[in-house]
Nanobody
Framework: QVQLVESGGGLVQAGGSLRLSCAASGSIFSINDMGWYRQAPGSQRALVAD???????NYADSVKGRFTISRDNAKNMVYLQMNSLKPEDTAVYYC?????????WGQGTQVTVSS
């Protein structure tokens, strides 16, 4: 089975930055899509950003211009650089990977942005 492990979450003041990392390991043959969801208390899990192995990136409107997703395909890693953080960004962030057959989730990492 593929394992995804996130790191980089924490507490930061509004306007600050964090960089999340996600490493995939296990029996990996191909991961077409990797990205990040987040879930705030009382809200459903929502897509933040994703990037295909070919380099196509998508962002939620709420983070566009502030967050940048990147991938290292050779290392099976995906990153989320988060700048100009707002209290509204507070959530548990989940890394995922997917191909045509399977979907894998990371365990989640807490991001808290104080005002």
């Amino acid at each position: 089975q593929v394992q995804l492990v996130e790191s980089g979450g924490g507490l930061v003041q509004a306007g600050g930055s964090l960089r999340l990392s996600c490493a995939a390991s296990g029996s990996i043959f191909s991961i077409n899509d990797m990205g990040w969801y987040r879930q705030a208390p009382g809200s459903q899990r929502a897509l933040v950003a994703d990037k295909t192995s070919g380099g196509t990136a998508n962002y939620a409107d709420s983070v566009k211009g502030r967050f940048t997703i990147s991938r290292d395909n050779a290392k099976n890693m995906v990153y989320l650089q988060m700048n100009s953080l707002k209290p509204e960004d507070t959530a548990v962030y989940y890394c995922y990977g997917a191909n045509s057959k399977d979907w894998w989730w990371g365990q989640g990492t807490q991001v808290t942005v104080s005002s």
